[in-house]
């Protein structure tokens, strides 16, 4: 249930034009959950079966327990388009904050009652979506906060948990504990860390702007990117809460999640049409003003999503040099997409392993009305990988486009991927357009191309290993 389907702006606004779209903060939505399922402060064995709860589903549904990682630093790594060559000490460090500072999302619990059902979790099933809410997120960070924004708790955080350098020694604060949440333990040692030099000084209205977006991503009915909202977007596309998600699927829930929301008007999504990008839709997108929102701002940035499939019924290796291709691009968001039976959200790469985040961890509901609602579970510290051709061939893999300009540099750097004369695969990954895409219905829309399915197979899904165990040497 919790499978990869096998078929199938950021515009510099004013400061405070920005502080009254991302916010509502001088009046904001009460998304609290106030009602039964939350643990009383005082019942200590409430909370110990919380926690050993939370460690069953998490096991149940895909975490490992203990892992190690393991990087090689003598091979440069790619994140999302920034490169971390390990030579040093600090360049390990600015890879760790940069890796803590993606955010991470999971499955919950204990959340409010999805519509019409009875869940309060999306354990077994979400995984998709949560990998989908992933990659907003890091869209809505490059939309108001640049690629370089850096969380200034990142770094207490991950050095509590990562001794890289020592890897030849028993790992002491890298494993989960049965009873704990990956960042329980660097809760504990805060205090140890806390002289900790933080590098990048977080001016007051970047916190505001980072809970703010974990709020329009919370398990709750009024989050407008939340997984109610998601499941209910869904349910005219023909899903409905407990079904599996495909990355194509959840790629239009994106695009219609940001159609219906006030939050982000200067921020479009376009999904591809048989692995087409057409240049005029997108560039008609970039120009659009939203005529619900005067915002003041000429043109909106674009997320550009494309559904592609790499393979009949496992990813085909003549791809693999051209995926990394797109993790090392700057406008690169990732890539939604996972192994068979498992959705993960690909964020880079080293040699021929895939970096990802991965929402198969069970945690509680965190109430984010609150002001200083608890930030941690929504960062991940321990990092993941995995062999590129273990990949689902089914994938839907993301850019973002600032401006016209933006764009156009995009598809020239886009062309040259697609192209390269050393380039293995016989059919491009996807191509690119000039004109426009004519009219079509979900039902055109939704299913490969007949071209790709004259040279691809559906996928047959078989059980994967949940992850690989790495750490640096």
């Known amino acids: 249930m919790n499978s990869v389907s096998p078929a199938a702006t950021q515009y510099g606004s004013p400061e405070g034009q920005r502080r009254r779209n991302l916010s509502g903060r001088h009046d904001p939505p009460q998304m609290g959950y106030q009602g039964a399922g939350r643990e009383s402060a005082t019942d200590e064995v409430d909370k110990i079966k919380s926690k050993l709860l939370t460690a069953w589903n998490s096991v ?9 990682t393991h990087f090689n630093r003598s091979t440069p790594l790619y994140l999302l388009g920034k490169h971390y060559s390990f030579r040093n000490e600090d360049d390990i460090e600015r890879f760790q904050q940069d890796f803590v ?3 991470w999302l999971t499955y919950r619990r204990d959340f409010p009652a999805l519509e019409g059902t009875q869940l309060t979790t999306d354990c077994g099933w979400g995984c998709m979506i949560r990998s989908a809410q992933m990659l907003l997120a890091q869209a809505l960070l490059i939309h108001f906060l640049r690629r370089d924004w850096l969380w200034p708790e990142a770094l ?3 050095l509590v948990e990562m001794e890289p350098l020592r890897s030849s020694s028993p790992p002491t604060h890298n494993s989960l504990s049965s009873t704990s949440s990956p960042t329980s333990h660097s809760r504990r040692q805060h205090s140890r860390t806390a002289s900790c030099p933080r590098p990048h000084v977080q001016v007051p209205h970047q916190e505001d702007i980072h809970r703010d977006i974990l709020r329009w991503l919370s398990d709750h009915p009024e989050a407008p990117f939340g997984l109610h909202h998601m499941v209910k977007l869904g349910g005219s596309l023909g899903k409905k809460a407990g079904d ?3 990355p194509s699927i959840v790629a239009h829930i994106l695009r219609k999640a940001l ?6 008007p200067e921020l479009s999504v376009y999904v591809s049409q048989d692995c087409t990008v057409y240049r005029a839709d997108v560039e008609q997108l970039l120009d659009a003003v939203d005529p619900r929102v005067d915002t003041g701002i000429a043109g909106r940035a674009v997320m550009i999503l494309i559904p592609v499939r790499l393979g009949g019924e496992n990813f085909n290796p003549v791809y693999k040099q051209c995926i990394k291709e797109f993790l090392q691009m700057p406008s690169c968001l990732g890539i939604i997409g996972g192994k068979p039976k498992h959705s993960l959200y690909f964020i880079g790469y080293q040699d021929n392993h895939l970096l990802y985040l991965d929402p198969h961890y069970c945690q509680t509901y965190i109430d984010t009305s609150m002001d200083d ?4 579970t929504f960062h991940c510290n321990s990092p993941r990988k995995m062999s590129i051709v273990k990949m689902d061939p089914s994938c839907t ?3 973002y486009a600032r401006d016209r300009a933006d764009f156009g540099a995009l598809c020239d750097h886009l062309t040259k991927v697609l192209s390269s004369p050393s380039s293995e695969e016989k059919y491009p990954v996807f191509s690119i357009s000039e004109g426009q895409a004519q009219e079509f219905h979900m039902a055109e829309v939704l299913p490969l191309s007949s071209y790709v399915l004259a040279h691809r197979k559906r996928s047959t899904m078989a059980q994967r290993p949940s992850s690989d165990e790495f750490e640096f040497l």
């Open 373 to 376: 609602f608890p930030l941690d």
């Open 101 to 103: 500072s993606r955010v």
């Open 156 to 158: 207490s955080t991950i």
């Open 244 to 246: 599996w998600y495909g």
């Open 60 to 68: 149940k549904y895909g975490w490992t327990v203990k892992m190690k």
């Open 397 to 399: 893999i993301a850019f």
């Open 259 to 264: 159609e219906t929301s006030l939050q982000v």
